[in-house]
């Protein structure tokens, strides 16, 4: 969750770090998540709003303000990492460095009591145009350094950024005005928070599967998948089940290798069986030899025969065909009551009903039913 002023917000003519930030993310396959209850930048949408806009960040806020909603945001979007930058318009304001450390110590106490594991990246901010505010911001980060140890445990990681060196206080090099970054500064920024958040998420995904489904043609099943973007992807082996559990390949397509763009996949299974419930996934291969697999999606067939139970009227045995298998079997009576139940492994299934009473019963298979008279 981005948390901040306006420097983290941005306007309509600049998109804050978050854009560049989301990018970098993005382009190495990290699968995250930027959560928030803001999408619009101070005045309306971002100038490129082609990104995961969700943050917290507003304009004019100080560290006081921000820490009376933070846990409340905390419970509302239940982040597992925190980017915050706050404490620019506290100094510009008067308030002293001591008073926005504070607030800022508030700030983390308030997400702790929500998710008490969540990480903060916690940023010395960036400098102003004006030396003596950068004075106070200078105390103000050195303080925050001392906070960052204070308030750093194994469960729950402060982890400090420092936005600040390096960062010009000329105008027009890494500020737009008197305080906010332009692109070259959000740059720099999304950068530093970069390397920091490499340090807590880890290894990224070798791809990132955003869309995976199976629907039956006349002949066969068409499986789509898309991904948002790839690394060292070699392929995907496509895999069939009739059960779920006990997968078997049954195609093949070459992956992207190296792409920051969405691709789009289909395979066409022209040998899915047509009298039963398919399951497929994917195995996905790294350059490597790493294997991970897909979630498993289902699929009957297209066309589906008639459900028949015979003879009718029957008196010891009843044979029912057109089972979409495997399907679960349910026999009420005429009075609603459920008399029976069990499992059909194929498309057809012969039944002993000598136990049941004379009269009308009702037979269930998946979602097709049939009635037949017990003689």
Known sequence: MPLGDSITQGDTELNSYRRALWKKLLTDVYNVDFVGG???????????????????????????????????????????????????NDLISGQSAESTRNDIALIIEQLRSVNPSVKVLLAQIIPSVYENINV????????????????????????LVDQNT????????DLYDEVHPNARGEEKMAERWYQALKTVLGKPLPVNLVRFNARPLPVGVQLEWATASEQNNVGFTIERSRSGTQFTPVGQVDGRGNTASRTE?????????????????????????????SGIVTV????????????????????????????????????GQVVDRQVAESTQITLDISQLSQGLYYLQAGTKRVRFIKH
């Open 136 to 159: 106070n911001i200078a105390e103000l980060n050195g303080l925050l350094s001392d906070l960052a140890k204070e308030k750093n445990t194994e469960a729950a990681p402060v982890i």
């Open 300 to 335: 009957s067939p297209a066309y589906q025969s008639e459900l028949i139970a015979s003879p009718i009227p029957a008196d010891r045995m009843i044979t029912v065909s057109g089972i979409v298998s495997p399907a679960p079997i349910t026999i009420w009576n005429g009075r």
């Open 265 to 293: 996949y289909a395979f066409v299974d022209l040998m899915a069986p047509s009298d039963s419930k398919s399951y497929y996934r994917l195995r996905q291969t790294d350059t490597n030899g790493d294997v991970r697999f």
């Open 166 to 173: 390096g960062f010009s206080t000329e105008p027009k090099v």
């Open 38 to 88: 803001q999408i619009l930048n101070d005045g309306g949408a971002p100038p490129d709003p082609d990104f995961d806009r969700n943050h917290e960040g507003h304009s004019g806020r100080t560290a006081d303000w921000l820490s009376l909603y933070s846990k409340e945001w905390a419970t509302s979007f239940q982040p597992d990492i925190v980017l915050l930058h706050a404490g620019t």
